[in-house]
């Protein structure tokens, strides 16, 4: 939408001009006024318009050169003279200074203002186009290794980062090599304010690569939330229209457009390669050490069509190194693995409801379509009691129900789905119980402290054990110590 200022010091005109209706057909929408060249001048750099309307003769300056001021400002501000004088002399000058359009003021109508609004939304259209090639040119260049001086400018004090959106999901880790296409337009077109693509470029079957220019926030709190806030709608676009939930690599922002150049060499780097664990935005910082982020051989010993779930587990824990990326070539047995089986159909169901944009989240889908395979045979009640048997082991350790489900090698949800089930009560329950009964056979042998037995029982603290005893008890662990062991407790605690 663009901007508007019109300075006169006549109000009178200003009202005519600001009721006419051919601003809506050219998409001037914000019309902003001024009486006096200081007020102008406020208005102008505080709101930035792109179409200036100016009245030639205006007390205590003259239009001409409050123009000039408006040019260095900003250059590329469209200046529209209003005279009502129709001297060669003043047309003469204002042409020098770069300005092209001309209204007599006692002559302006719907049609002769919808003319010059015309020909400056066409030249802003031709200027956005030339801009638009210019900066594609210059990222694939850049891109590709070739240092060249860049035809683009950033505008005031306004900033420029390199994102680069890799396309992710079932189908990139099967092997469909199907490309997908984002459109230019639809990701130029985002109406988001204080970024604007400036420079687009496809790379690749799933890679997109974008120049932004943005009025960087002073607060840095501000300015995360302003980039996370414009790769969250730029994500949904791409899923929109790709199909695909993309993983964002964002540069750090530069002064201008030669600070990307080296950047767009690192960045190219990642183009191959599969995410390790689930992430949205990676930060330059976090991708900047090339080899120190991919893992290894990471090749199991068995033949794809061997494999089962506690092979995909396996798999699993290899990957928690601290390692971000895959490179894709070495997926080749996990792609063969997918075709030989029957997961497809249900990896695809999963990724509906959430997508798939890592190697840790597929497998995990994996794993689920194996619990889901055990579900249907019975396996729940074999689980449960497992887990029941890890708590009976381990209760005095810091343990929960995603800790037991990974030394199970099963999802925390599923295990929580089961246990609850099969036990009608929940896990965290099922533990707590387990210590407090544990702990009230060490009170009855009154042969330690309290605070022993808290630590014993896998209590955080005495103060947390005596709380927790009383609640279920009604009284006190102190108090408990003296009673005789065939002593009835009014609450009931579970006995396992």
């Given at each position: 939408?663009n901007?508007?200022?019109i300075?006169d ?5 200003i009202?005519?001009l600001?009721s ?23 208005i ?8 200036v309307?100016?009245d ?11 123009s000039?001021?408006l040019l ?6 469209s200046?529209v ?9 003043y047309?003469?000058e ?10 007599v ?19 802003f ?25 860049s ?7 306004n ?17 469909d090599?199907?490309?997908v296409?984002?459109k230019?337009e ?16 496809r ?8 120049i932004?220019e ?7 709190m501000e ?23 993309p993983?964002?690599f964002?540069s ?19 183009c191959?390669c ?7 935005v990676?930060?330059?910082d976090a ?8 893992p290894?051989?990471?090749?199991p ?6 494999w ?12 928690k190194?601290g ?20 997961q ?6 999963e990724?509906?409801?959430?997508p ?7 497998l ?24 029941i ?10 343990i929960?129900?995603p800790v ?18 099969e ?7 099922y533990i ?6 544990k702990?009230?056979?060490l ?9 022993e037995i808290?630590?014993?029982?896998g ?14 008890t009604?009284?006190a ?6 009673r ?9 605690i579970?006995?396992?």
């Amino acid at each position: 939408m663009n901007r508007v200022l019109i300075i006169d010091d006549e109000i009178l005109t200003i009202k005519y001009l600001k009721s006419l209706r051919s601003w809506e057909k050219f998409d001037c929408g914000e019309i902003f006024h001024a009486v006096t060249a200081a007020g102008a001048l406020d208005i102008f750099q505080r709101e930035r318009p792109r179409i200036v309307f100016v009245d030639v003769r205006m007390p205590g300056t003259d239009g001409l050169v409050l123009s000039q001021k408006l040019l260095a400002e900003n250059p590329d501000v469209s200046i529209v003279i209003m005279t009502a004088y129709q001297e060669f002399d003043y047309v003469k000058e204002a042409m020098q200074m770069g300005i092209l359009y001309f209204l007599v003021k006692h002559e302006i109508t719907e049609d002769t203002l919808g003319g010059v609004l015309r020909k400056i939304t066409d030249g802003f259209q031709s200027q956005k186009r030339y801009e638009q090639i210019m900066g594609n040119d210059w990222l694939r260049r850049a891109w590709d290794g070739e240092k060249a001086e860049s035809a683009m400018r950033l505008k005031g004090k306004n900033r420029c980062f390199l994102l680069m959106a890799v396309l992710c999901g079932l189908a990139v880790f099967a092997g469909d090599k199907e490309a997908v296409y984002l459109k230019e337009e639809r990701i130029r077109e985002l109406d988001f304010p204080g970024i604007w693509v400036r420079a687009f470029s496809r790379q690749g079957f799933y890679t997109y690569v974008m120049i932004c220019e943005y009025e960087k926030p002073v607060s840095e709190m501000e300015n995360y939330s302003l980039l996370g806030d414009f790769t969250g709608r730029l994500g949904e676009r791409c899923r929109e229209d790709g199909g695909l939930a993309p993983v964002f690599f964002l540069s750090s922002d530069h002064e201008d457009y030669t600070g990307l150049q080296k950047v767009s060499q690192v960045m190219k780097r990642y183009c191959d390669c599969i995410l390790v664990s689930r992430e949205s935005v990676i930060r330059e910082d976090a991708f900047s050490d090339y080899e120190r982020l991919f893992p290894g051989e990471f090749e199991p010993g068995k033949k794809p069509k061997e494999w089962g779930r506690e092979d995909i587990a396996l798999m699993l824990s290899q990957i928690k190194s601290g390692n971000r990326y895959m490179k894709e070539k070495d997926l080749t047995h996990i792609r063969q693995y997918l075709f030989t089986g029957n997961q497809l159909p249900f990896l695809r169901k999963e990724e509906k409801e959430t997508p798939i944009v890592s190697l840790e989240q597929l497998l995990r889908a994996v794993l689920r379509y194996y619990e889901r395979q055990e579900e249907g045979k019975g396996a729940g009640n074999r689980i449960v009691r497992q887990a029941i048997a890890y708590i009976h082991s381990h209760y005095a350790e810091d343990i929960s129900s995603p800790v037991i489900a990974e030394s199970l090698q099963v999802s925390d949800g599923y295990l929580r789905l089961l246990f609850k089930r099969e036990t009608d009560c929940t896990v965290k329950d099922y533990i707590l119980n387990y210590r407090l009964e544990k702990a009230r056979g060490l009170l009855l042998q009154n042969k330690k402290k309290i605070y022993e037995i808290a630590e014993e029982c896998g209590f955080v603290s005495s103060q947390h054990f005596s709380r927790v005893f009383r609640q279920a008890t009604g009284i006190a662990p102190g108090e408990f110590k003296q009673r005789d062991k065939g002593a009835d407790i009014d609450a009931e605690i579970y006995r396992f």
